[in-house]
């Protein structure tokens, strides 16, 4: 079967991803819009539609000396990744042409479409198709067929008809470095029929062997391989049972069967599931789901199978489950680590019982504290859900800390330093030990009003009466408060 590759390219693939977001420009091609991206310290045009070609504007130009020749241009910023995942997009969708599809730099794809163009009337027929559908969609594309790789790149970017002879381009259709160009352009070698009277010798000892690789690859002397996309994991496994099943101990059996498949393809893709969904189908067509959300990534069946427990337990079978599906919703990497004792594995039974109390009130609501690097007592930690991150054990070796901390309040009736009697909240406290000061300054850089007053002296206080307080002094306006209270 002869070979048959389809080279589209996308020469504005970016702009014309965000134009279609934005039809008040879209419908109306006289706007000038570019994509702009910061590079030697100044904004310049990454990508920019027809109309501001019109205007004069090019890639790479400064955005400040576009706006001076056009003050009605519109901007936004560029997003490769998007544009990486536009693209992906449009490769899956070429696959309703053929299933070898692989991607061609970051605009373009190339398609191996032998054996498949007779499926849509012909390669004539098929072409069109796409054109039409890309137009429809509004996006520029250029789409020629040819016997080989570079020679459907070529008349994609440099033909000016799908029907080009491909000797007769310039030799910048070889996909040449822009240097190796320069040089044939020099030298008088301005097509691709210039280089094929010279002597192949010569033009490899003259310009190297890229060259003449380039060459062959567009004759069809050498061959290119179009790399397809890798279909990405799908991690669902599913079970259909030949006799309906109610009881949940069946239930749970044939969910350990699925965790098992599933843990194995996580484990050849180096992934943890984070969130699962069992779906128990029933006879009558109705279904039972049961969400899973995981408080670390997992992949041992012999874990998770517990905690699908409780949810199976509240099933309704109705008539009874003909069919499980079990599948990752959200995975994550993760890695085999080797444990040392250095490095403490992570502790398994303090995430099961996240999992646990987290499925019930919600990951989220189950919190820890970390360290934070700051002597601001309200400052020197942050809570974090638990579920999404480690407990660390390097906290700042300073005096301790009060477990309970509240906003400043006022004391009544100190005199001497530290109070040896005052009152707060309506009680009267009589100090029986105390031990300071310690001196917090502020951290002037941090917008804080409280804190802009001046330094503190805080004082350990064990009162009489049994209350252990966290006490400071304002020396620069004389006055006491209680920020804390220890157990």
């Known amino acids: 079967m002869r070979k048959r590759v389809v080279s589209m390219w996308f020469p504005r693939l970016p702009s014309d991803r965000v134009l279609r977001a934005r039809a008040q420009i879209s419908a109306n091609d006289n706007l000038p819009f570019v994509l702009t991206h910061h590079e030697k310290n100044t904004d310049r045009i990454y990508c920019l539609n027809r109309a501001a070609e019109v205007q004069g504007l090019h890639r790479g130009m400064g955005f400040s000396d576009a706006r001076a020749y056009c003050p009605e241009l519109q901007s936004q910023p560029a997003d490769s990744a998007a544009d990486a995942r536009f693209l992906q997009m449009l ?19 190339m398609l191996n479409i032998a054996g498949s163009a007779h499926l849509f009337g012909g390669e004539a027929t098929m072409l069109d198709d796409m054109r039409h559908r ?16 570079g020679a459907a790149w070529a008349l994609t970017h440099y033909g000016r008809t799908p029907h080009d002879d491909i000797i007769s381009l310039p030799v910048a259709a070889l996909r040449l470095e822009a240097k190796t160009h320069t040089a044939l352009q020099r030298l008088g070698l301005r097509k691709i029929s210039d280089l094929l009277t010279l002597p192949r010798a010569t033009i490899a000892r003259r310009f190297g ?77 109705g279904a039972q789901l049961i969400e899973l959300r995981l408080a670390a990534p997992m992949r041992d069946a012999a874990r998770i199978l517990p905690l699908f427990e409780r949810g199976i337990n509240t099933v309704d079978a109705g008539f009874g489950i003909d069919q499980l599906r079990l599948e990752a919703t959200q995975v994550e990497p993760l890695l085999n680590v080797q444990t040392t004792n250095a490095t403490a594995a992570r502790p398994e039974g303090l995430d099961d019982l996240i999992t646990r109390l987290g499925n019930r ?40 800390r009060p477990l309970k901390l509240f906003p400043p309040e006022p004391i009544a009736g100190a005199e001497t330093l530290p109070p040896a009697q005052f009152r707060w909240r309506r009680m009267a406290l ?3 030990r105390s031990t300071g000061p310690e001196r917090i300054a502020p951290e002037w850089w941090l917008p804080d009003e409280a804190w802009r007053s001046g330094v503190r002296d805080y004082w350990h206080v064990e009162t009489r009466e049994g209350r252990r307080l966290w006490l400071f002094y304002t020396p620069q306006s004389p006055a006491w408060f209680v920020h804390g209270e220890f157990p």
Not at 374 to 388: G, K, M, T
């Open 361 to 400: 009130i919600g990951l989220e609501n189950i919190q820890r504290f970390l360290p934070a690097d700051s002597h601001i007592p309200e400052r020197s930690f942050q809570i974090a859900a638990a579920a999404y991150s480690m407990a660390q054990g390097t906290w700042p070796r300073h005096r301790p």
């Open 430 to 432: 009589t100090t029986g």
């Open 134 to 149: 890309l137009a429809r969609a509004g996006l520029s594309g250029h789409i020629a067929a040819a016997n080989t790789r």
């Open 209 to 285: 062997p890229d060259v003449v690789l380039r060459l062959d690859q567009a004759m069809g002397a050498q061959d290119e391989v179009i790399t397809p996309l890798g279909e990405a994991p799908h991690y669902g496994v599913r079970m259909t049972l030949p006799d309906p099943i109610g009881l949940a101990a069946d239930v749970m059996m044939g969910t350990e069967r699925l965790l098992m498949r599933l843990c194995d393809k996580l484990k050849d893709q180096d992934m943890g599931a984070r969130q699962l969904q069992l779906t128990l189908r029933r006879v009558d067509q």
């Open 91 to 109: 490769a899956r969708w070429s696959k309703r042409y053929c299933p070898w599809v692989g991607l061609d730099g970051a605009d373009g794809l």
